[in-house]
């Protein structure tokens, strides 16, 4: 039997158990890293697998262009409605992706919408704060 539950991300955060409910919701409030900013609310996001590049988060990412950095990120919260979000701000478009990025301080992305699905608005959970 292990008891150990202080090796959280320890092991590469592949396993967010203690993040998803039984019914593969948030458990917790999905805030930004840097400010704190409420993005959202427990119980009002699905878990949802699925390996995405997003460009390494920093602030004012509208004014970045040709950069490649970043990271192939594969676990994500998926709203299918923007307004389920507390508070969360869009850059422009890039192609058919829109970037997700705090409201307050504006760093991101923290997430991405594809214009040709407007349902699907993911949040990367290495990109936010679980409190
Ligand atoms: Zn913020």
């Given at each position: 039997m292990e008891k150990s539950h202080q090796n959280f991300c320890s092991q590469g955060c592949s396993e967010p158990s203690n993040l998803v409910s039984e019914d593969g919701k948030n458990t917790k409030s999905v805030v930004c890293q840097l400010c704190g900013s409420k993005v959202l609310c427990p119980g009002m996001a699905v878990f949802a697998e699925k390996r995405v590049f997003l460009p390494s988060l920093?602030?004012?990412?509208?004014?970045?262009?040709?950069?490649?950095?970043g990271d192939t990120l594969t676990a994500h919260w998926l709203v299918?409605?923007?307004?389920?979000?507390e508070n969360v701000g869009f850059t422009k478009d890039v192609g058919k992706i829109k970037y997700l990025i705090c409201a307050?301080?504006?760093?991101?992305?923290i997430g991405w919408h594809n214009l040709d699905d407007k349902k699907c608005f993911y949040i990367a959970l290495d990109r936010v704060k679980h409190v």
């Open positions: 920093k602030k004012n990412i509208n004014q970045s262009d040709g950069t490649l950095d299918d409605d923007m307004y389920t979000f307050d301080c504006e760093i991101g992305p």
